[in-house]
């Protein structure tokens, strides 16, 4: 005979094994079809929540309240295989941008999905279609990884019926160590894929973004803002700043492939591929101690049809707690660009081996009424120049001890426009050598 306790053990063991075995608490799976959204669905710490791949769709309802239609309210979550309905056509709402001192996650609604303060989050192969906010923003995250996201037509404007930067993946406000890989975002108005923090909060810090394409974003296609320790790589995109009428003209949003935002350095911008680009190819305003490396940009048509069509490679230096230095550019392919192909200020940046060709398709000065070549006051020779040393941007930082070498350089007469200096800049100030001018 069993002692009392022994046997008592064995009546649990055995109820246990004999108890159907139903989901666990912390898995929620959405079944084949619509499900109408009406509040947002909160998902818990270590939860996870997922459907039937391509059949499991989430739709926000007309009547629809809330941040966003997914909500994470701890560390650990994991979505997968869904299908975000954001209807944007019945809650898209037209408003410009949250005040210098509102991070995007306490302002912008409509959101696909929305992780606040979350640690260890997974968003794996989920579709966003149609949001009005935000497909995925996560602010102050840490270690969030998002693969193979789909993302398409989505993004609210303005009150001028621009872009109001929406539609795309954001993490803000110090979010670090962070992977987007493998996505695709299309027929996006605001950006695609970007990092952002306001000037009184911690950097973003340790991010990739790496393997995504992008095609038809109305602003910048990828962006590193106020960050440190960034890797962009094999990204690939086109028709970046169309459709035309999507670009934030009036607040001088001009679209960029790659742009760069706030203070950012220790980053690595290599091997992304851009076609077809109304704006710049890469603006790195507020970048140093980094490298821009054997990435392509070019554009096929005549300068006409690039409207906000501009230079190639361009340094800037709006954030005050940075200055451009220690800027490496090398082995790139800028071809096509409406006015230039790299212009520098700053020092000890080496600009080598890149292939600028067939630039200045303005023709500038020739046909300056036209596409207004003189952009600076006191300097015409800024935009019809290969490679420009500036005696500074937003702040001045005259070009000193920079290495401009072995770049071969063509376009509208740049046989004796190659490499310009802005007035000030004296000859022996930067090395100048082995350039390649026709």
Known sequence: MLPRLAAAALVVAVAAWIAPR????????????????????????????????????????ADFEGRAVLVVDGDGARVRDLVVDGNRDALEVRAGLPGYDTPFARFTRGNGLLADGAADLVVRNVTFRAIAGFAVLVSRGRNVTIDRVRVSGSGSRNPAGRNNTTGGILLEEGTRDFRVTGCELRDIRGNGIWTHSLYTSPRNARGVFAGNRLERIGRDALQVGHATAVRVERNQGAWIGFPVEDVDVENRAIPVAVDTAGNVDLSVYAGNDFREIDGKCFD?????????????CINRRDAAA?????????MNNTNPDMQSRNVAIEDNLIQ???????FVIGSHNVVRGNLLLDLNTAHCNEDAARFGCYYAPGEPEMLESGIYLGRGAERPAPARANLIERNRITGWKMAGRCIARAPGIEA??????????R
Request: hydrophobic letters at 35%; charged letters at 20%; proline letters at 6%.
């Open 22 to 61: 139903g989901p666990s608490p912390r898995l929620r799976v959405f079944p084949a079809g619509v499900t109408e959204v009406h509040r947002e669905i909160h998902i818990a710490g270590g939860a996870e929540v997922r459907g039937i791949p391509g059949r499991s769709v989430l739709r926000a309802a």
């Open 284 to 296: 790195l305003d507020g970048f140093h101690d980094g490298t821009v490396r054997g990435n392509v």
């Open 306 to 314: 690039y409207p906000f069509g501009g230079y190639g490679v361009v």
């Open 336 to 342: 096509g660009a409406k006015f230039g192909g790299v």
């Open 428 to 437: 022996g100030w930067n090395t100048v050598r082995a350039n390649d001018c």
